[in-house]
């Protein structure tokens, strides 16, 4: 996928390293089944940088061929000169901002411009100077407040969408009871509010340990979250229920048993329910179950629902059930499910899960702290000495380390006392530590890019920064607040999330003064942040950089802060990324979401997701051709636009050969491959051999066109074998071959 790499060139020997590296990995993935992704749109947005300028901007997606520009428009105005290939931004220097402008993108491939893309946005007449979108919202009761927004396309636009919480205020004389039940509203998002939902008595509970059975959004509890289930285009609701929950449409939910719960899913417009399945009961002796809820994809290709729900025994341990529900459009089936009762030796876990693919095979895995489970609910592993802690990060830390990584914090450890553990996701095993005493509690913890001497992700606690893949101490007492890390600025490296402020980490000059410097403050913009977090966290519009929601102080507005700084970076839009794509999900303990690609200092062309859009037709499962084993002087290049992955197949003169190996024929039998290539050759037709497992030679014929940009698809018809097994060898017929893009199996 396109990304300007904008480093200082110290750095580009470093990116050409880690290339081979990003080539594993295309290689690892690029067999397995398409998982079924969002059809977004451009989620265009503009804001004012100055009184003057205006920054618009808007998505790369996952599957943008490698050679798409754009051409913005105010109104029907162009307004740049020449096709823009680098950054997905522009700045708008001519617009008379006392009237409203409307600002379009349209695509250009191949050198023809398309229809418009997308959405168009607005930006009103004498629009405030700042990097701002505001929402306006229906007023809730008085003195009610929200913790946590969920985003989902509720209505179809491909756009996001909003589903907000409404919570009581605590009850002076009881902080536990909450003076009123809580909701939930789902609003599109130019602000029109399309439902609520009374979640009833068994709301009220808010203890943070042991909520009421209907309650969301208390301590680590989310109780709901909003996502595609059913591919269709529109996004459902999944919701955490008991007695008394009244819908939109004048229903409320009975059952006689307040402690019984059941998840249900949603209609996004209506906010009505769809259907429900009661949770397991195990441990309902000891308490309904407090929930995190999130979306992962368990056989690689569809969504499913990921639950995690806790109670208490006495004034003790936890009870701990995982389990992974099926929806096929009206009802949900349980695909699996693991109890874990209090006392299991070594399991303990922290205060939110993820959900990921760690071991490449395609499917999620769901993980807390110490634990990882397998996408058919078996136990993958548990960190050996590893116990409680508030928050843990799983993501592609290390450019050089197969795989994805993981650290994380411990609070009030026993022996042997460590406090910080950096490990690897897939098989568990515990890279460092580090160790204190007794009593030590370490709070916080967060990782990010924020030092570029260093390659890989900066790890930080309040016991120092340290690189992670090397472990090596960076800075004993000075480094960024650890909260949350994102993107916001032109660059790749990250930024910090402290509370109110953005803030950049200054490596050059680590002084107590400016160690941090402060970028924004939002409460200059009317904006209140709960309880050091935000509202939510992540890219949701405009390119590849976060998006921060908060409210403003009556909770009557969403103050969405998004960039207003131009960058020439171009990465395609993280929801289109399978592991931040399934974080957004998740709240818990918010923590911030990151990807399974490495981003930041030194690193290579991310690879191009292996997903599709909801509502198009499969198109089978694509390799790249970099993932092929070369020989014979076949080279690896990137020399000529439009390709896609990180480069093509360049074959010598005479000779060469590539081979793409472990390729899943299904049941076996007839099969139609595609093989992309350009031909540009003045020397016209080039023909080369085909061979599937060994066997038998057949001649393919590459035509020419003159143009080696413009890329075209062969169709060659092959029997494979059942299963896994396969290979399939492109070699020359003693002349140069076309250059070889990528090869599709139906």
């Not at 018809?717 to 090869?743: H, K, M, P, W, Y």
């Amino acid at each position: 996928m396109n990304y300007r790499i904008t480093t200082p060139c110290h750095w580009l020997g470093l990116a050409r390293a880690i290339l081979a590296s990003a080539t594993l990995l295309v290689a690892a993935t690029a067999l397995h089944a398409q998982r079924n992704m969002e059809n977004l749109g451009r989620g265009i947005v503009a804001v004012r940088s100055s009184s003057t300028q205006v920054l618009v901007s808007w998505r790369l997606l996952g599957l943008d061929p490698a050679g798409i520009g754009f051409n913005v428009y105010r109104g029907s105005t162009k307004l740049n000169s020449s096709v823009l290939t680098a950054g997905t931004n522009f700045v708008d220097t001519s617009a008379n901002l006392a009237v409203a402008n409307t600002y379009s993108v349209r695509t250009v491939i191949g050198g023809v411009e398309q229809p418009a893309a997308g959405a168009a946005f607005t930006l009103k007449a004498n629009n405030a100077v700042e990097p701002i979108v505001r929402v306006p919202l229906v007023p809730a009761p008085a003195d009610y407040y929200t913790k946590f927004i969920w985003v989902g396309d509720l209505d179809g636009d491909k756009e996001y969408d909003y589903v907000i919480d409404r919570l009581a205020p605590f009850d002076p004389a009881n902080n536990d009871i909450g003076l009123g039940n809580q909701f939930l509203e789902g609003y599109k998002r130019d602000g029109t509010r399309l439902w609520r939902i009374d979640m009833g008595p068994n709301s009220r509970n808010t203890y943070n340990i042991e909520p009421g059975s209907s309650t969301i959004s208390m301590g680590m509890y989310d109780g709901a979250t909003v996502y595609d289930l059913n591919n269709d285009g529109k996004a459902e609701v999944i919701l955490k229920i008991s007695n008394g929950v009244r819908f939109p449409n004048g229903t409320t939910f009975t059952n006689a048993n307040n402690l019984l719960q059941f998840l249900a899913v949603i209609d996004g417009m209506t906010g009505n329910m769809i259907t429900n399945i009661a949770f397991p009961t195990d441990y309902l002796t000891d308490g309904s179950l407090g929930t995190q809820l999130g979306i992962g994809y368990p056989d690689g290709v569809n969504p499913a629902v990921y639950l995690w729900g806790r109670n208490r025994v006495g004034s003790g341990g936890f009870n701990d059930v995982f389990a992974c529900y099926n929806y096929n459009g009206s009802s949900l089936s349980q695909r699996w499910k693991r109890l874990v009762p209090s006392g299991t030796t070594g399991v303990a876990a922290s205060h939110q899960m993820r959900i990921a693919d760690v071991d490449g095979n395609g499917t999620d895995e769901m993980m807390t702290g110490n634990m990882c489970v397998n996408a058919d609910g078996t136990m993958r592993y548990q960190l050996s000495g590893i116990g409680h802690g508030d928050r843990f990060y799983v993501a592609k830390l290390d450019p050089n380390r197969a795989g994805l990584q993981g650290y994380g914090i411990q609070q009030n450890p026993g022996p042997p006392y460590i406090l910080e553990y950096y490990y690897d996701a897939n098989t568990g095993a515990v890279l460092w530590t580090h160790t204190g005493q007794a009593g030590d509690d370490v709070g916080r913890g967060i990782v990010g890019d924020v030092d570029p001497a260093y390659l890989g992700y900066e790890v930080w606690s309040f016991h120092g920064l340290h690189n992670g893949r090397s472990n090596q101490l960076i800075s004993a007492d000075l480094y960024p607040y650890p909260v949350h890390t994102f993107w916001w600025d032109g660059d790749i490296t990250s930024e910090n999330l402290n509370d109110a402020k953005f803030e950049k980490w200054n490596p050059a000059n680590p002084t107590p003064t400016n160690a941090a410097p402060r970028l924004l403050l939002t409460s200059d913009y009317g904006a209140v942040i709960s309880n050091h977090n935000p509202m939510f966290l992540g890219d949701i519009m405009g390119d590849w950089r976060s998006e921060v929601i908060l409210l403003n102080p009556t909770h009557t507005e969403l103050i969405i802060f998004t960039t207003n700084i131009p960058s020439s970076t171009r990465i395609y839009t993280m929801p289109h990324n399978p592991a931040y794509r399934t974080h957004m999900t998740v709240k818990g303990y918010l923590q911030s979401p990151l990807l399974d690609y490495y981003l930041g200092a030194g690193m290579a062309t991310p690879p191009v997701p292996n997903i599709k859009y909801v509502g198009t037709a499969p198109t089978g499962v694509t390799i790249q051709g970099e993932a092929a084993v070369i020989a014979g002087g076949v080279t690896i290049d990137s020399d000529r636009a439009g390709f896609n992955g990180t480069g093509f197949l360049n074959f010598p003169v005479t000779g060469g050969s590539a081979e793409f190996r472990n390729l899943n024929g299904g049941s076996g039998g007839s099969k139609t491959i595609s093989i992309r290539f350009a031909n540009g050759s003045s020397n016209g037709t080039r023909v080369g051999r085909l061979l599937v497992n060994g066997g038998a030679a057949q001649n393919i014929t590459f035509t020419s066109d003159l143009n080696w940009t413009s890329w075209r698809t062969l169709n060659v018809t092959v029997t494979l074998a059942a299963g896994t097994n396969n290979t399939i060898r492109l070699e020359s017929n003693g002349q140069d071959l076309a250059n070889i893009d990528q090869i599709t199996i139906p």
